[in-house]
């Protein structure tokens, strides 16, 4: 399968592939709940009654080229269908990310993170999952990365082995691992993994 696919960075002419790949997953975040300024109960309200302000964010992010729209994606050759996706963006761009207890004044963050950036939202057509996506889409960030500058990439996956599928949307340790990142917060079920670059 993996001969079939492109790996590249998003583009703006990629914005309505990608909101499609939400939506034929039914996942109704359109990669916004990071950049969603309420609390999780109105995130809930969002996702239950007004889940197209999502998906019109999303396009109009990816198609004006914000920072919090950054990332690569994997193409189908034949149909031009975006499969999966990995979200990368300037550390800057996700405090809510990094705003969240388990990761609030870790002495491991830089306290000014230019060049940092971050690997987010990792999201694989359901139809291909298991199908090994995640290295090549991990590869193509981190060639990204290199590009736009950045001095290393930061990784907060979820590290329990008892954790569910949906718990896996920010990766898994060993891909990134696997990839290089060193653990440079060692809590093993939040870990914070970085590949200097």
């Not at 990094?98 to 491991?108: A, E, I, K, S, T």
Request: charged share 25%.
């Amino acid at each position: 399968m993996a001969s079939t696919l492109t790996f590249a960075p998003l583009e703006p002419r990629h914005a309505e592939a990608l909101a499609a790949l939400f939506d034929r997953s039914a996942h109704h975040c359109y990669c916004r709940y990071l950049h969603f300024p309420g609390d999780k109960y109105a995130w809930q309200d969002r996702l239950a009654n007004s889940p197209e302000r999502s998906r019109a964010e999303l396009i109009a992010a990816v198609q004006r080229q914000s920072p919090e729209a950054r990332g690569v994606v994997a193409i189908e050759a034949a149909t031009e269908r975006v499969v999966g996706w990995l979200k990368l963006s300037p550390a800057q761009a996700l405090n809510k990310l990094y705003d969240q207890r388990l990761y609030r004044r870790l002495p491991c963050f830089d306290r000014a993170p230019e060049g940092v950036f971050t690997l987010g939202c990792f999201f694989i057509d359901p139809e291909l999952r298991g199908r090994g996506l995640t290295k090549p889409l991990l590869k193509a960030a981190i060639e990204l990365g290199r590009e736009l500058g950045a001095r290393s990439l930061e990784a907060l996956p979820r590290g329990a082995s008892d954790a569910s599928d949906a718990e896996y949307w920010l990766g898994r340790s060993s891909t990134f691992l696997a990839a290089g990142f060193q653990v440079v917060h060692d809590f093993a079920p939040y870990p914070v993994l970085r590949l200097q670059l």
